[in-house]
Nanobody, 127 residues
């Protein structure tokens, strides 16, 4: 059962930007750590970024640091991922997730610490 509805994916040229949104349904994100993962064709899931619920600390993978920005709006029950300076290697399906106290502790992963997931949205970076 999917608990997030994601939007904002699409086709963009290298160097372009996209903003992904992830709206939670049937639960509130206030007390959860939230994260974005992605899966490129033929590759395993990669943790992209997360916001820790306890103190708001944010983590980014080295591959997106300085280009992507994660944020959350608890009033709208929504998580965002602003992606700038996109590269072809950013292509993949992006998933948002929410987890409890063991999620987003020292890094974005692991995936099994996240209880709620979205259906994924495709991002394609190509000229």
């Amino acid at each position: 059962q999917l608990q997030f509805v994601e939007s904002g994916g699409g086709l963009v040229q290298p160097g372009g930007s996209l903003r992904l949104s992830c709206a939670a349904s049937e639960f509130t994100i206030d007390y959860y750590s939230v994260a974005w993962f992605r899966q490129a064709p033929g590759k395993e899931h990669e943790g992209v970024s997360c916001i820790r619920s306890s103190d708001g600390r944010i983590y980014y993978s080295d591959s997106v640091k300085g280009r992507f920005t994660i944020s959350r709006d608890n009033a709208k029950n929504t998580v965002y991922l602003q992606m700038n300076s996109l590269k072809p290697e950013d292509t993949g399906v992006y998933y948002c997730a929410a987890g409890g106290v063991k999620a987003c502790t020292e890094a974005v992963g692991p995936e099994y610490e996240y209880d709620y997931w979205g259906q994924g949205t495709q991002v394609t970076v190509s000229s």
